[in-house]
């Protein structure tokens, strides 16, 4: 079910920045659990981050750890992705996503039931 509408992506060099972004409704920000997927054509969708609402507390990928950061704006209702250093295998389509129904947050796709459309990203080297 796609109710998010992300923005940011685009194309950019090799140890390059991007800056995605996710605004919500304030119910679905209020979910559990937030998170970014990627997936390039091909590949099942993978997650890349992941941030516990209520704790703040977050989660990343072994593959983007010390390069990216999930964040949140409790006054925007909007979930960030920062990415820097980015590299081409970076390159792929950028899914925000929110968990409605679960206290305790993963990164298994089938626990989010709300996604956005996508936002290409391409890093070229």
């Known amino acids: 079910q796609v109710q998010l509408v992300e923005s940011g992506g685009g194309s950019v060099q090799a140890g390059g920045s991007l800056r995605l972004s996710c605004p919500m409704s304030e119910t679905t920000y209020l979910s559990r659990c937030k998170a970014w997927f990627r997936q390039v054509p091909g590949n099942e969708r993978e997650g890349v981050a992941r941030i516990n609402t209520r704790r703040g507390s977050t989660a990343y990928a072994d593959s983007v750890k010390g390069r990216f950061t999930i964040s949140q704006d409790n006054a925007k209702n909007t979930v960030y992705l920062q990415m820097n250093s980015m590299k081409p295998e970076d390159s792929a389509m950028y899914y925000c996503?929110?968990?409605?129904?679960?206290?305790?947050?993963?990164?298994?796709?089938?626990?989010?039931?709300?996604w956005g459309q996508g936002t290409q990203v391409t890093v070229s080297s």
């Open positions: 996503a929110a968990d409605t129904a679960h206290l305790t947050c993963s990164d298994y796709v089938d626990r989010y039931n709300i």
